[in-house]
T-cell receptor, first 114, second 114 residues
């Protein structure tokens, strides 16, 4: 069975500082990987996705993520955080051969200090 | 272009009652998936509907059932409500069920069971 672990429940960074959110997955083959963001009272918005090819993927809002097969990781990064980035971030894994239902991690809540 | 819309936004029910949640997919989408997001957790896959049939199902009891209509909209029904059913219920739509078909989420229905 596939699973996703986000080790950091809360992270606080200063505005303008760099950000890295960790994600580790368990899956028998190379999965499809996703990062979503959820603002309070909102649904989930897709930031970026990895299916195959270049292991560094670019997303919206200046985010990027790197797939590392050897570490079973798909960490999300941003070089300079803005106050509007404060939200909950979810990593998710989907099967690459059997539909598009996703398994989500528990999420990381990002707080941004002025 | 309307995105995924869900109704109602909030709902309060009593233990043992039944509830119906509704979802209209994004224009052009034909597949609807439902997720349950308990407080402080990531979303969990309930089931997916395509061509008016349940195609995939997560680890949820039979008290959770659904329906998809010819216009692709969908309902989620939960019978014999338990306190533990209190959660944000998210609907996601996609074009097809393929692994590479991204999910577009609505803002959810917040269900409180007292």
């Amino acid at each position: 069975a596939q699973s996703v672990t986000q080790p950091d429940i809360h992270i606080t960074v200063s505005e303008g500082a760099s950000l890295e959110l960790r994600c580790n997955y368990s899956y028998g083959a190379t999965p499809y990987l996703f990062w979503y963001v959820q603002s309070p009272g909102q649904g989930l918005q897709l930031l970026l996705k990895y299916f195959s090819g270049d292991t560094l993927v670019q997303g919206i809002k200046g985010f990027e993520a790197e797939f590392k097969r050897s570490q079973s990781s798909f960490n999300l990064r941003k070089p300079s955080v803005h106050w509007s980035d404060a939200a909950e971030y979810f990593c998710a894994v989907g099967p690459n051969n059997a539909g598009n239902m996703l398994t989500f991690g528990g999420g990381t809540r990002l707080m941004v200090k002025p | 272009d309307a995105g995924v819309t869900q109704s109602p936004t909030h709902l309060i029910k009593t233990r043992g009652q039944q509830v119906t949640l509704r979802c209209s997919p994004k224009s052009g989408h034909d597949t609807v998936s439902w997720y349950q997001q308990a407080l402080g957790q990531g979303p969990q896959f309930i089931f997916q509907y395509y061509e008016e049939e349940e195609r995939q199902r997560g680890n949820f009891p039979d008290r959770f059932s659904g329906h998809q209509f010819p216009n692709y909209s969908s309902e989620l029904n939960v019978n014999a409500l338990l306190l533990g059913d209190s959660a944000l219920y998210l609907c996601a739509s996609s074009l097809g069920t393929g692994a590479a078909s991204p999910l577009h989420f609505g803002n959810g229905t917040r269900l409180t069971v007292t």
